[in-house]
């Protein structure tokens, strides 16, 4: 079965830290995502990445980098977390041919808070 | 750009009564359409998709989803819900290809015995 992985699982860090999330996965997909949800705004779109030394803007990039190292690995990179980060982070991947590229396999999530 | 618009932000309903949970969608073109259900504590599990053909679409669990281009909904339906069928569920949305999902707020299900 298709497996994304996150870690770590939660995250509590200063105003101006600097924080790294990691997602890996072992499905052999090609296109990998992250995502942020919030309470009034569901998930948004900040980078995502179409293999290893690639990436892609997303909806909500600002005060986010990123890296896909590896077509397993794709890191999430806060270099001064603010508060307005805090949030639940969720990772996802996706197949590169046709229909399956649309679906997204989900990781369970890194809480972040920001203090 | 494309929106996902959950007008029912929480649902109650009582074990082994019907469900629908709505999802209306504006694109400028026909979309790639989802539901994901989150349970507590996890990450996002899909339900069920449409790319096209038959506008009713069945996914796990007893769900279903009917697609209606004419209303820009895929409504979300279950005949008898159980207790585990509590949590928040996701209609999402690509046109697309390979450039991330567009999400709704989500509606909170909550089963009641």
Not at chain 2, 7 to 24: M, W
Request: with cysteine.
């Amino acid at each position: 079965e298709a497996a994304v992985t996150q870690s770590p699982r939660n995250k509590v860090t200063v105003t101006g830290g600097n924080v790294t999330l990691s997602c890996r996965q072992t499905n052999s997909h090609n296109y990998m995502y992250w995502y942020r949800q919030d309470t009034g705004h569901g998930l948004r779109l900040i980078h995502y990445s179409y293999g290893a030394g690639n990436l892609q803007i997303g909806d909500v990039p600002d005060g986010y980098k990123a890296t896909r190292t590896t077509q397993e690995d794709f890191f999430l990179l806060l270099e001064l977390a603010s508060p307005s980060q805090t949030s639940l982070y969720f990772c996802a991947s996706s197949d590169a041919w046709g229909q399956s590229s649309y679906e997204q396999y989900f990781g369970p999530g890194t809480r972040l808070t920001v203090l | 750009a494309q929106s996902v618009t959950q007008p029912d932000a929480r649902v109650t309903v009582s074990e082994g009564a019907s469900l629908q949970l709505r999802c209306k969608y504006s694109s400028s073109v026909t979309p790639y359409l989802f539901w994901y259900v989150q349970y507590p504590r996890q990450g996002l599990q899909l339900l069920l998709k449409y790319y096209s053909g038959d506008p009713v679409v069945q996914g796990v669990n007893g769900f279903e989803a009917e697609f209606s281009k004419s209303n820009s909904s895929f409504h979300l339906r279950k005949a008898s819900v159980h207790w585990s069928d509590s949590a928040v569920y996701f209609c999402a949305v690509s046109i697309y290809y390979a450039q991330g999902l567009t999400f709704g707020l989500g509606t909170r299900v909550s089963v009641f015995p």
